[in-house]
């Protein structure tokens, strides 16, 4: 639809940006912190670990300064679980407590709006041990978990995501590192691991309510539009699979607490379906989310796949092989651009996304990341020119802006990252934030935090409501 008139921003717009700490924090041994399923699994050859990372753990006052400075409304971060519970229960670490104390603490001195997630990718190693999320017990151990971050710092902490990407770690566990590879039939037991997580965080949304009345909570899913790759009504189909498969089992779970109908067959038809004990369904179905969180970076192609081979591709060749059997194969599609990492570039695939999500679910929502990976230059002047991460974040800002005339309710954007963090899938060397990190994928140099051009033009975004882009 073409619009004469644009909405403007909302004056109460959370504008910010996002990290998790794994990626950030460093200090993974400090303090009484325990090890997650991150810090345990073998290091990718050739980039980084998450030891120290951005060393966040030790700058964060630097690095909230630099948020505050870009006049950010809202931060996104997560809580490491095993700073708070070094063994994934049992056991407070106070000094874990005392660390996001500091950190919500600072945040709030500028008036920023602290956005916490609870659970990105860092399951606590001991918990990994006695099965992860196979085991009924690590639901559990999160939602007391949950309880604990509620009580310390639900009296400051509005805004709560209850689990980072559910959908990725299912899907793509083995590319995000999360996937044991101890599984036997892995398809099989991630669906019912998925249906832990599920329970965990539907527990996690009642308790949330029950304590803490006026605080918002949410999933946080990676969600992106699937298209055809033709009109075909084949490829059609296999679109609808997909969608269905990679974001609608998860929502109409976190929303309306039931499964997805086309997944459930989906199941059957492969023998993926889990296993549910009695009284499930009724926790999935008493929790309810106050808005819908969601992740986009791209959005996703796919054709028919009849036949009875796997197909990899698509994804914009992140290394992820996309297609199954008889339910959809990945796609190219000509007519999106693509980063220097090879993900596909589609700002108006954000828009389809905001209107499909609302249409399906009318809650407010709010974007927790987006954003381009890049090769960033640090001049011999200072200065880091990346007008390519300013041009993607404005094509995106301008889509959300046209959502909203649509009709969506969106109340916040928080891209991906802040400050420069080590990636999920290929080390330092692929940037996203708005501060520069002065450290090489092994030399650790001195960490120096130096403004990109996006910052001085995301403050400007800001300051202006985002009427200036
Ligand atoms: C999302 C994760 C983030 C982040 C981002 C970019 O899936 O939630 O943790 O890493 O993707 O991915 P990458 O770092 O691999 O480029």
Redesign the pocket.
């Known amino acids: 639809m073409k619009h004469n008139q644009l909405k403007e921003f909302p004056p109460t717009f959370l504008w910010g940006a996002s990290t998790?700490a794994y990626?950030f924090e460093g200090a993974w041994n400090e303090d009484g912190k325990g090890p997650s399923v991150i810090d345990t699994r073998s290091p990718r050859e050739g980039i980084s670990d998450y030891t120290v990372a951005s060393n966040h753990y030790h700058h964060y006052r630097e690095d909230i300064a630099l948020l505050a400075e870009m006049g950010f409304k809202a931060y996104r971060f997560s809580i490491a679980w095993t700073r708070i519970y070094p063994q994934g229960t049992g056991q407070l670490n106070s000094q874990g407590i005392r660390f996001y104390n500091d950190v919500i603490n600072e945040l709030l001195r500028y008036g920023i709006e602290p956005i916490v997630t609870m659970y990105?990718?860092d399951l606590p190693a001991a918990l990994e041990k006695q099965g992860g999320w196979s085991n009924r017990r690590t639901i559990d151990a999160f939602e007391a978990y949950a309880k604990t971050l509620f009580e310390n710092f639900g009296d400051r902490v509005k805004y709560w995501l209850t689990i980072?990407?559910q959908n990725?770690m299912i899907l793509h566990g083995s590319a995000?590192g999360t996937l044991d590879p101890s599984l036997q039939d892995p398809k099989k037991e991630l669906y019912q691991q998925n249906h832990h997580m599920l329970l965990a965080q539907a527990k996690a949304m009642i308790l949330c309510k029950k304590m803490l009345p006026h605080a918002k909570v949410a999933p946080a899913p990676?969600i992106s539009c699937v298209y055809p790759a033709s009109p075909c009504p084949d490829d059609v189909l296999a679109a609808d699979n997909f969608n269905a498969i990679r974001n609608w089992l998860y929502l109409d779970m976190a929303v309306y607490g039931r499964y997805n109908t086309l997944v459930w067959s989906y199941f059957e038809e492969k023998g993926y379906t889990p296993k549910i004990a009695e009284g499930d369904m009724d926790i999935l179905a008493a929790a309810q989310p106050d808005f819908i969180a969601f992740?986009y970076?791209s959005s996703a192609t796919v054709k028919s796949n009849l036949r009875d081979t796997e197909e990899k591709g698509g994804m914009g060749d992140?290394q992820i092989a996309v297609g199954e059997a008889g339910v959809y194969a990945g796609s190219g599609n000509e007519y999106l651009e693509r980063t220097a990492?090879g993900?596909r570039i589609d700002p108006a695939g954000l828009r389809v996304t905001l209107r499909t999500i609302y249409d399906r679910y009318q809650l407010p929502m709010m974007i927790t990341?987006n954003?381009l990976?890049a090769h960033d230059t640090l001049e011999e002047d200072g200065t880091v020119n990346d007008h390519y991460r300013i041009d993607y974040l404005r094509k995106h800002i301008e889509q959300c802006r046209l959502a909203m005339t649509d009709g969506v309710e969106l109340f916040g954007y928080c891209p991906?990252?802040a400050v420069d963090l080590?990636?999920?899938?290929?080390g330092v060397s692929?940037r996203?934030g708005f501060v520069y990190v002065d450290r090489d994928e092994f030399n650790l140099k001195q960490l120096r935090r130096i403004r990109k051009n996006s910052f001085y033009w995301y403050k400007d975004v800001i300051s202006s409501n985002g009427s200036v882009l």
């Not at 080590?422 to 290929?426: A, I, M």
């Open positions: 998790s990626q990105h990718f980072n990407e990725m995000l990676n992740n970076y992140q990492f993900w990341e954003g990976g991906w990252s080590v990636s999920t899938h290929q692929k996203y």
